[in-house]
């Protein structure tokens, strides 16, 4: 072995190498080719094991070489390495290809029940005749719930409201938003005019009218003077308010324990306007709430004295107004939460 000879190893191993690192078809091959060719125990250490058989002159020629060598072989390995780099991240982006002007999917916004909605405009209406939001509970007792509304534990009348009680005695889901005035009652003097929206439990079966849960929308007026007349000429405006102008109503005889004298207020047929109709029982009316002049027993049991205050209450479902304004068929469809019916009042 001599200088000539090295020198031409050197050389043909520079052209293997830099061959290999243009055929390199990716950055993991380019790795393997240094290690093979630059690295402690590769090629290019190898051939300058040769170094020591020459004399020591030739020595420093060789180690030029061998330096070129390397430079070339380094610089071909990072220029190729910098190459594949780009057109990987090229072939990554298109695998990848993102559209970013497609349009995003739209975010589901909630919306409110058509009951909670009901209620609002029903609220909404009588605000503007000086009525404030109450809230009363949900879990009654029997006395509020019943018997301080004159309904003692035989009445006859309890058979109105089948009951769901709770597991403390005495102690019953609220069958109506009417305990609600004898709460107002108590925690306020007259003149009351107050609204009471809330939900109601019955131990009924359901069918299209009927629920075991459901709302109520309670009024109470109290106040020195109040009459039927003042009670006929509200609810009149509340049924043009929400059904509108122009509406014919009625009032009927009822039967309430708590109220007296008792009335159902009819609104003539919103689908047939008078003649009568399926809709409408063909009697052209439909009704849409109960109500009367607040019983003298109920207004001592809420702490005030008959002989100086008057009052009238009212009591209505959110639903059943709904209902009718919009021509729904099905109170279940309430509670079904089916966002068929539910997006139609968004
Ligand atoms: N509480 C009665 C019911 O549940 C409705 C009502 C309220 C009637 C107020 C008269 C006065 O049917």
Partial sequence: MDLADLTRDLDALRLRALAAVAAAPDTATLEAIEVDVLGKKGELTSVLRGIG????????????????????????????????????????????????????????????????????????????????????????????????????????????????????????????????????????????????????????????????????VEGLMVDEGTTLADLKGLLDQFAQAMFGTGKKTRFRPGYYPFTEPSVAFDVECLVCGGPGCPACGRSGWMTILGAGMVHPVVLQYGGLDPERYQGFAFGMGPERISMLKHGISDLRLFMDNDLRFLDQFR
């Fill in 53 to 216: 058989a020459l004399p020591p002159d030739d020595r420093p020629r060789v180690g030029a070489v061998a330096n070129t060598v390397r430079g070339a072989i380094e610089a071909a390995l990072a220029d190729r390495r910098s190459g594949l780099a780009s057109s990987e991240l090229a072939a990554r982006l298109e695998r990848e290809r993102l559209d970013v002007t497609t349009p995003g999917r739209p975010l589901r916004h909630g919306s409110l029940h058509p009951s909670i909605q009901a209620m609002a405009e029903i609220a909404g209406i009588f605000e503007q005749f000086g009525f404030v939001v109450h809230e009363s509970q949900e879990i009654e007792d029997d006395l509020t719930n019943f018997q301080m509304l004159n309904i003692p534990p035989d009445h006859p009348a309890r058979d109105l409201w089948d009951t769901l009680y709770v597991d403390v005695p005495g102690h019953l889901l609220r069958t109506h938003t009417s305990p609600g005035q004898i709460r107002v009652m108590q925690a306020m003097r007259p003149p009351i005019r107050a609204l009471l929206p809330g939900r109601c439990f019955r131990y009924e079966s359901v069918d299209a009218s009927h629920g075991f849960e459901f709302f109520q």
